[in-house]
């Protein structure tokens, strides 16, 4: 064992828990605070929405959650467990392979359960402040003042000092919004994704759906159920075929391009020079990197949706390690991946890895940066990282194990399947000897657990 530090993991969505098992394996005295009262992240369902502002635009949300009451997960269960945690089909619960977002809630529980994190986290706590305690010393040296509130209690602010903060404060809340000639002045109903949760509202409405992602795919598609007219409206015109096969399939389903103007009469005007009287403009845009509550001095920013500089997307070159922030990449399989970040993170605390100088991390961001601008990639999208070798050669930095050739496989056929067939990849799929070989693999026998 190494050194012993007091961290404080802010988060208890996949990215915290699995950063405290870490820290608490390399003997870490941890402290996970949660704003919610229990653990999950964006797994812990919110049905009520209604205190939120529609369009999400307070720097401090209410809600945390953006998941919608149907929502079934995009990745098979196979693919998605933490290493030495399998996402087992338990008797009694939704047993499917892509299932409904409340089993991965269940399978978060049970991973606190198994590695007794439950007394670690002080739930009803929310983090109001972090920054440096004493800012000037050397950043091995920098320790972290933390302010939280409880909502439980008389609401007293508590501030405490650790060695050490962990950030797993997620990144699908806080909405992103496009700017729209017209949207301030356009009174009808308006709202983001993140409060939406089921159709029925939107009952014979005719309503717009901004935004072609998978969000805005699959709210579009159990909205024409119940809409008058659904119309989607997206910044690139070609579509897949799982898509268009879903609007020829119904007849209220409409695509269009981008949207032009947004007039006072609820009229919405399309790039094309279209145009349709809406009720409700829903807007699946996406989401922002938010972090109000961290006082870094300027030394981490978020600029158009890059938070920055962090080498290897955790590390801020002159905080690190004291200050890391997991579960920033986004398009990676998530649950494995963090799990590799809280190791690093953990062994580095404790002194047994060190960190790249200063020089060589900032060296290391601009090449990245310079990269990405030659590839074309903007700003925006610094953190998209696409593909399963970032996630292997990061693990080499902690001698993590690399992905194993089935899931990595499971994973793309089940992206395949979905490009194919938008409406029904979860339910039918081509990959059967994958998924055998799978289950059979030490990985999912690991526990000891039988499988039925
Ligand atoms: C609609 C939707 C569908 C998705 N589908 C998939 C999918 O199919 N597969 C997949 O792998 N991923 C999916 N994701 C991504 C999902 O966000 C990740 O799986 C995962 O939840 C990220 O974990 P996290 O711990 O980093 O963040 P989160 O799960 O967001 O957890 C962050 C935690 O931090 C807490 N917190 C935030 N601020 C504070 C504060 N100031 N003080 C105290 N606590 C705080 C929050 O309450 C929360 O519990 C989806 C996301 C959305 C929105």
């Known amino acids: 064992m190494g050194e012993s530090k007091s961290v404080c993991v802010i988060g208890a969505g996949p990215s915290g828990l699995v950063a405290a098992r870490e820290l608490l394996r390399e003997g870490h005295k941890v402290v996970v605070l949660e704003q919610k009262h229990d653990i999950g992240g964006q797994w812990l369902y919110e049905p009520n929405t209604q205190e939120e502002d529609p369009l999400g635009r307070e720097p401090w949300l209410k809600v ?16 998605m467990g933490f290493t030495d945690f399998p996402f087992l089909a338990k008797k009694g619960r939704d047993r499917r392979r892509f299932p409904g977002h409340r089993e991965l809630f269940l399978y978060l529980k049970d991973f606190c359960d198994w590695f007794h994190l439950g007394d670690t986290i002080k739930f009803n706590t929310k983090v109001h402040y972090v920054g440096p305690f004493n800012y000037g010393a050397s950043r091995e040296d920098l320790k972290w003042v933390v302010r939280s509130k409880q909502k439980t209690k008389s609401g007293e602010e508590v501030e405490q000092v650790f060695d050490a903060v962990v950030v797993a404060t997620g990144h699908y809340s806080k909405p992103r919004l496009p700017c729209i000639q017209g949207m301030e002045k356009w009174r009808r ?109 300027g030394m981490v920013v978020v600029d158009d949706n ?37 190791k690093w993170i953990a062994q580095l605390l404790s002194g047994k890895r060190v960190l790249p100088s200063y020089d060589e991390m900032m060296k290391s961001i601009d090449d990245f940066y310079h990269s990405n601008e030659v590839a074309g990639i903007a700003k925006r999208h610094t953190h998209e990282i696409n593909g399963f070798d970032y996630c292997d050669k990061y693990g080499e930095n902690v001698g993590f194990p690399k992905l194993e050739e089935w899931r990595k496989e499971l994973c793309v056929s089940a992206v395949i399947n979905l490009f194919v067939n938008l409406e029904t990849y979860r339910d039918s799929w081509n990959a059967d000897d994958k998924v055998q070989e799978a289950l059979r693999s030490p990985y999912f026998t690991q526990l000891g657990v039988e499988l039925e």
């Open 306 to 342: 890059r938070v920055g500089p962090l080498y290897e997307h955790t590390f801020p070159p002159s905080l690190a390690p004291s200050l890391s922030l997991v579960g920033i990449p986004k398009r990676i399989l998530g649950l494995p991946f963090f799990e590799s970040q809280g």
């Open 64 to 79: 945390h959650s953006s998941i919608y009451d149907s929502l079934r997960l995009m990745s098979p269960r196979e693919v």
């Open 189 to 297: 109903k308006q709202m983001h994704s993140h409060i939406y949760r089921s159709p029925e509202p939107f009952r014979g409405e005719i309503v717009v759906v901004i935004g072609n992602s998978f969000s805005g795919q699959e709210i579009s598609l159990e909205l024409v159920k119940v809409a008058k007219e659904v119309h989607l409206s997206s910044k690139t015109v070609e579509i897949y075929d799982g898509l268009s096969k879903a609007i020829s399939k119904h007849e209220n389903f409409h695509f269009h391009p981008q949207i032009d103007t947004l007039r006072e009469d609820g009229s919405v005007v399309f790039t094309d020079g279209s145009s349709i009287i809406a009720d409700t403009i829903l807007y699946c845009t996406g989401y922002n990197y938010s972090f109000p509550f961290l006082d870094t001095k």
